[in-house]
Antibody, heavy 124, light 115 residues
Framework: QVQLQQSGPGLVKPSQTLSLTCAIS??????????WNWIRQSPSRGLEWLGR?????????DYAVSVRSRITINPDTSKNQFSLQLTSVTPEDTAVYYC??????????????WGQGTLVTVSS | QAVLTQPSSLSASPGASASLTCSLR?????????IYWYQQKPGSPPQYLLN?????????GSGVPSRFSGSKDASANAGILLISGLQSEDEADYYC?????????FGGGTKLTVL
């Protein structure tokens, strides 16, 4: 059974960097049949995919256009986890942030396991 | 215009069936897309239900009851989640999702009320 455990601060000041970590159990961040995603949810923006990291022959990242200039997602193979950094945050970045696994099984690639969610509030 | 559009709310009676729609933006052909469906209850992350591309290409999520099924309405350019034999526990928000332009995109969600 895959489990994703999120950690990180729930309050970030405007213009600072939001940082969250997602620890994986039951799978490997280096798996060739998964990608590791960050998704956020807010009343104003709904569910919004932010990006993902995954390893095939090398490490790859894909990022949403809306945050591409501010986002970094990094794997940490030594701790079997991955992280999210979002720079220059504003109150519009206030949301519940989720980490999630996308399982690659042929043409079916569901995002099937989610972390518990972290409410991040951007406020001074 | 959003890629995926869902009605904001739907009500149905226990034991009845509910058809939740997910309309694709004009110019995007539903026939070429795989539509994923999620259920979300308050305070919890979305839970994967199933995905549907065609009658011969669909996948039920692990442990998801067969009361949940997917389909498409090509004339409406929409994906459909059908829930039969509605139960009170089916009351939740339902989201559709698809891969479009190198990104996962979500619909705005439908709040299903069972009363």
């Amino acid at each position: 059974q895959v489990q994703l455990q999120q950690s990180g601060p729930g309050l970030v000041k405007p213009s600072q960097t939001l940082s969250l970590t997602c620890a994986i159990s039951g799978d490997s961040v280096s798996s060739n049949s998964a990608t590791w995603n960050w998704i956020r949810q807010s009343p104003s923006r709904g569910l919004e995919w932010l990006g993902r990291t995954y390893q095939r022959s090398k490490w790859y990242n894909d990022y949403a256009v809306s945050v591409r200039s501010r986002i970094t997602i990094n794997p940490d193979t030594s701790k079997n986890q991955f992280s999210l950094q979002l720079t220059s945050v504003t109150p519009e970045d206030t949301a519940v942030y989720y980490c999630a696994r996308e399982e690659i099984t042929g043409p079916n690639t569901p995002i099937d396991y989610w972390g518990q969610g972290t409410l991040v509030t951007v406020s001074s | 215009q959003a890629v995926l559009t869902q009605p904001s709310s739907l009500s149905a009676s226990p034991g009845a069936s509910a058809s939740l729609t997910c309309s694709l933006r004009s110019g995007i052909n539903v026939g070429t897309y795989r539509i994923y469906w999620y259920q979300q209850k308050p305070g919890s992350p979305p839970q994967y239900l199933l995905n549907y591309k065609s009658h011969s290409d669909e996948q039920q999520g692990s442990g998801v009851p067969s009361r949940f099924s997917g389909s498409k309405d090509a004339s409406a350019n929409a994906g459909i989640l059908l829930i039969s034999g509605l139960q009170s526990e089916d009351e939740a928000d339902y989201y559709c999702m698809t891969w479009h332009s190198s990104a996962w995109v979500f619909g705005g969600g439908t709040k299903l009320t069972v009363l």
